[in-house]
């Protein structure tokens, strides 16, 4: 397992555009998910330790951003030739396994990964009500194996300031995790 760290894209970058499919073959454009105060971008993968540190917090966060009008979508990039468990088809498995409420589409030509500079799963992108970006960076400061749950605690305050209409957070540290797998 080798560490990444996000690229950390430029705040208030707009939202990248796309339309992808889930693993049943369902498309979503990304700017249709957003919740009427904005949209957290989650790129993943089925297989990643680090994934799976925060995959039981994750469709819980779901809910909790629903709840206050911001949209979720997690996004999985790495090439399947060579890391089939990542399959859309796995994807589905995956999703309903956890009990996620929100959309988890394959990004098959890995654009989307490159449009927002995904370095790792897990990477995180939260825009705001206008689809601009007010955060980047990590979930919590826990890793796999600490023997310490995920709590989503830095994201979750990223998105009460952003729901509070404050400004984006000053400090934010990047994303850690696997490295998306490119072709």
């Given amino acids: 397992m080798s560490l990444a760290y996000s690229a950390m894209l430029p705040l208030g970058a707009a939202l990248p555009e796309f339309t992808l499919l889930d693993g049943e073959g369902n498309p979503f454009s990304l700017s249709g998910l957003a919740g009427q105060k904005g949209l957290l971008v989650v790129f993943i993968c089925n297989h990643c330790p680090y994934v799976l540190h ?87 400061a826990t890793r796999p194996n600490q023997g310490v749950l995920a709590t989503g605690a830095d994201l979750k305050h990223a998105v009460a300031t952003m729901v509070a209409g404050k400004p984006p957070l000053a400090q934010q540290l990047p994303s850690a995790g696997c490295s998306i797998k490119w072709r």
Avoid at 78 to 95: C, K, L, Q
Avoid at 107 to 125: M, S
């Fill in 54 to 140: 925060i995959n039981p917090a994750l469709a819980p966060l779901g809910k909790e951003l629903a709840e206050q009008g911001v949209g979720m979508v997690a996004i999985s990039s790495n090439d399947i030739s060579r890391y089939p468990e990542d399959a859309p088809e796995r994807m589905v498995e995956f999703a309903r396994g956890n009990g996620y409420t929100f959309p988890y589409l394959y990004d098959a030509d890995q654009n989307a990964a490159k449009a927002f500079h995904a370095a790792c799963t897990p990477d995180l992108f939260l825009f705001d009500a206008d689809l601009n970006l007010v955060y980047r960076g990590r979930f919590d």
